[in-house]
């Protein structure tokens, strides 16, 4: 059952924390350049997961302008250190200065320029306490054997848009996307080697935590 209400839950969730000037920037920043960034909420939700991990070594595909990472970085320890990959240059010029007017030293942030497909596989295995796709589903799906390849055991994969603009609910929607957002996340939540849940923050957040 649900209430009239919910809509309205739901954007008080959404804005339930605050954004810091340096995010607020990024985030505009990334709308002017047609990016889209993680919500806060979403965002919100990351940070909180990478200080629930006590993450130092965070992995995320799709730098953006840095909204998400910014995210990250607030909830990693002092030494934490983010790898952020993105195919688009001129986009991760723009996360290195959000990254920078927030006051992060560049020890703490591992920028690589490539698609994840190539970069990914030659990243260590096991080595990462949080892995996070922010692309599109389709990218995602094929990109989450290496995440989960990536993760130490205890490690949470969180992979966004996982509701794909509401789609992925309607059994009526069968387009590409909505398939394999639908397809990922039923992989993800009948996997032994996973504790799984679906979260409704945002566009979607689809987290779990890596047991073997
Ligand atoms: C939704 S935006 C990321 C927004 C960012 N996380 C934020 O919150 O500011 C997705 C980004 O992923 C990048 N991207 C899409 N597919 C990719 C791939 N296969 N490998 C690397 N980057 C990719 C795009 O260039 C784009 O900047």
Redesign the pocket.
Known sequence: MVSADKTLSWSYTQDFLAEDEATAQ?RMR?LELG????STGTGAALRMLAGSVGAKSVAE????????GLWLLAGMGPDGVLTT????PE?QREARHAFDAAGYPTSRIRIIQG???DVMPRMAARSYDMVVL??DPQ?SAYLAGDALRMLRIGGVLAVTRALWNDHVADPARRDAATVAARELGKAMRDSDALLTTLLPVGDGLLVAVRQA
Request: net charge negative; charged share 20%; aromatic share 0%.
């Open positions: 990024a990334g990016i889209i960034p993680v595909v799709g730098t953006g302008t840095g909204v998400s990959i993105d195919v688009e986009v698609r994840a497909s922010d692309v990218e």
